[in-house]
């Protein structure tokens, strides 16, 4: 990233994070809500009830295991816990964002709204991002403008792949969702960040191992643990240094 010609006010970084979004990151998200969008529908899930869950949960894992289980026809305590479960994920990403964009102590209603429209795809690019600009207002904008980016490719991918999912069969839709994963680890795989990339190497050796040994827990336990040893292996290396 080069910021060196952007003009140091909040609305230029703002158009910058949309410019950056409408590549391969904005590609990326609406693909893979194409294909939720079809699944919503194939699950009997309204368009206006698929568009509520792009912007209120905005998390495919979680959009995901709620239609599944509607379709299902489980009660709503059963949809609320899976949710929740899939979608804790941000949890962590939140905390440690959030000290990278804040001007101020203290949780201000903005500080809300950022958490919620957070995702693993604007906290990779936010992180490599901080790492240019120093100046949080600037860092803000710039969020803002990025997710405001995602999320409107995310509602307008839903809206296309529910209008189209007569045309689409289930596996392209199952298989449209993968796209952004792979993108996270493509963009993972290019970090000049020697903790970053032994965390996918790790990742992509723990996770099928954890999977021989559960299937329910094989991803979380294999990532943590991935997660667990980069971290611990980078800090090692900096002692050392």
Not at 70 to 96: E, H, K
Not at 110 to 127: E, R
Not at 153 to 177: F, H, Q, V
Not at 221 to 230: C, I, Q, S, Y
Request: proline share 3%.
């Amino acid at each position: 990233m080069d910021f060196r010609r952007t003009e140091q006010t909040w609305g230029a970084y703002f158009r910058q994070g949309m410019k950056h979004c409408l590549q391969a990151p904005g590609i990326g998200l609406f693909a893979a809500m194409s294909g939720f969008g079809a699944l919503a529908k194939d699950s009997g899930v309204s368009l206006l009830i698929a568009l509520g869950m792009t912007g209120g949960m905005w998390s495919t894992p979680g959009q995901v295991a709620f239609v599944e289980l509607f379709a299902t026809g489980v009660g709503g305590v059963a949809l609320i816990a899976s949710v929740t479960i899939a979608n804790v994920r941000m949890f962590p990403l939140t905390i440690a964002l959030m000290p990278l964009l804040r001007t101020r102590q203290g949780v201000e209603p903005a500080h809300y709204v950022m958490a919620h429209i957070n995702s693993v795809t604007s906290f990779v690019q936010v992180v490599e991002m901080c790492r240019h600009v120093s100046e949080k207002r600037l860092r803000t904008a710039y969020f803002f403008g990025f997710t405001t980016a995602c999320m409107s490719a995310g509602l307008l991918g839903t809206a296309l792949g529910y209008t189209m999912a007569s045309e689409m069969p289930g596996l392209i839709a199952r298989a449209l969702m993968l796209i952004t994963p792979l993108f996270m680890l493509l963009l993972a795989a290019r970090s000049s960040r020697r903790a970053v990339l032994a965390s996918v190497v790790l990742g992509c050796a723990l996770v099928p191992l954890g999977y021989t040994v559960s299937t329910d827990w094989g991803l979380l336990t294999g990532g943590v643990l991935a997660g667990t040893l980069a971290f611990g292996f980078e800090r090692m290396r900096k002692k050392d240094a």
